[in-house]
């Protein structure tokens, strides 16, 4: 939900000036608490509430230490392992908390290309080995095409020569064609 400038002005105000709490700011403007709790926190205020010590606090460094050491760990495994050194916890919950201190892999910078409908295609070619056909030997060629705004595909398996491979795609791109929804381009 994209919040106005001037609600989030509105939302800083009732808290820091008239010292509301969040469900109050939140009811009286008519949003989600969560909202609320959202503006406070990008407005560079530390989370609301204190932080209740949970089961799983003195296990902490040893579950650091290990997933340092071992980042592919299984939670179901370190679970065990915790276990087996006095946590007390159930495992589903475990699982959540283990999941916020799993370190996370680098992140990689990509392009993400788009295309507009009728503008690209991938197509490509693969053998498949070959067929024998009474005493002939024939390769299983197959042709592939691949819209890619729609992810449309057009698959078709071939028993023939290299020499006949140029003429295949045309009959991909009449199908293709032929199964488009809406009106004809002209």
Same mark, same amino acid.
Request: aromatic content about 10%.
């Given at each position: 939900?994209?919040?106005?400038?001037?609600?989030?002005?509105?939302?800083? $105000? @009732?808290?820091?000036?008239?010292?509301? $709490?969040?469900g109050t700011i939140a009811r009286q403007i008519g949003v989600h608490h969560n909202v609320?709790?959202?503006?406070?926190?990008?407005a560079g205020l530390p989370r609301l509430g204190t932080p209740r010590p949970s089961q799983?606090?003195?296990?902490?460094?040893?579950?650091?230490? +290990?997933?340092?050491? =071992?980042?592919?760990? +299984?939670?179901? $495994?370190? @679970? #065990?392992?915790?276990?087996?050194? #006095? /946590?007390?916890?159930?495992?589903?919950? =475990?699982?959540?908390?283990?999941?916020? /201190?799993?370190?996370?892999?680098? &992140?990689? &910078? /990509?392009?993400?290309?788009?295309?507009?409908?009728?503008?690209?295609?991938?197509?490509?070619?693969?053998?498949?080995?070959?067929?024998?056909?009474g005493r002939a030997r024939r390769p299983l060629m197959a042709f592939v095409m691949v819209?890619? @705004?729609?992810?449309?595909?057009?698959?078709? =398996? /071939?028993?023939?020569?290299?020499?006949?491979?140029?003429? $295949?795609?045309?009959?991909?791109?009449?199908?293709? #064609?032929?199964?488009?929804? #809406?009106?004809?381009?002209?």
């Amino acid at each position: 939900m994209v919040i106005l400038r001037e609600r989030e002005a509105e939302i800083l $105000r @009732y808290y820091h000036v008239e010292k509301w $709490r969040v469900g109050t700011i939140a009811r009286q403007i008519g949003v989600h608490h969560n909202v609320v709790k959202r503006v406070l926190a990008q407005a560079g205020l530390p989370r609301l509430g204190t932080p209740r010590p949970s089961q799983l606090d003195p296990f902490l460094p040893f579950i650091h230490q +290990t997933l340092e050491k =071992f980042p592919a760990l +299984t939670a179901s $495994r370190l @679970y #065990g392992m915790v276990r087996e050194r #006095g /946590y007390r916890g159930g495992p589903d919950h =475990f699982r959540h908390l283990v999941a916020c /201190y799993r370190p996370r892999p680098a &992140a990689e &910078a /990509y392009l993400r290309l788009g295309s507009l409908p009728a503008e690209q295609a991938q197509v490509d070619w693969g053998h498949f080995g070959h067929l024998l056909i009474g005493r002939a030997r024939r390769p299983l060629m197959a042709f592939v095409m691949v819209l890619s @705004y729609s992810r449309q595909i057009f698959l078709r =398996f /071939y028993r023939c020569s290299h020499g006949e491979l140029p003429a $295949r795609p045309r009959r991909g791109f009449h199908c293709l #064609g032929r199964c488009r929804q #809406g009106p004809a381009v002209r």
